[in-house]
Nanobody, 122 residues
Framework: QVQLVESGGGLVQPGGSLRLSCAAS????????MDWYRQAPGKQRELVAG???????NYADSVKGRFTISRDNAKNTVYLQMNSLKPEDTAVYYC????????????????WGQGTQVTVSS
């Protein structure tokens, strides 16, 4: 029904930058919130940043001032610009689409992407 496809991960040196993208496709009427989560080895998945359809954003304290989330509602795409990357940012980053309304179907739904690896290392 709905697919989330992430891209933009990779290996970067400390202090470097990466831009993640996540495009949602399918029979989508609207998406209320789009978020980025991450999960490092041996740790729980954590919320990194989120953005609502009206542009309201929130960030984890650990990334404030370094990461910027944005979205293109017309393309159902969310971005995460990551600057001043640190080794502790190393994780698999997951895109989440929350409170999704499908065309012709009632009820909210949540979808996850497959994840993209971000490695920060010299």
């Amino acid at each position: 029904q709905v697919q989330l496809v992430e891209s933009g991960g990779g290996l970067v040196q400390p202090g470097g930058s990466l831009r993640l993208s996540c495009a949602a496709s399918g029979s989508i009427f609207s998406i209320n919130a789009m978020d980025w989560y991450r999960q490092a080895p041996g740790k729980q998945r954590e919320l990194v940043a989120g953005i609502t359809s009206d542009g309201s954003t929130n960030y984890a304290d650990s990334v404030k001032g370094r990461f910027t989330i944005s979205r293109d509602n017309a393309k159902n795409t969310v971005y995460l610009q990551m600057n001043s990357l640190k080794p502790e940012d190393t994780a698999v980053y997951y895109c989440n689409a929350d409170r999704v309304l499908l065309v012709g179907r009632p009820g909210w739904r949540t979808y996850w992407g497959q994840g993209t690896q971000v490695t920060v290392s010299s």
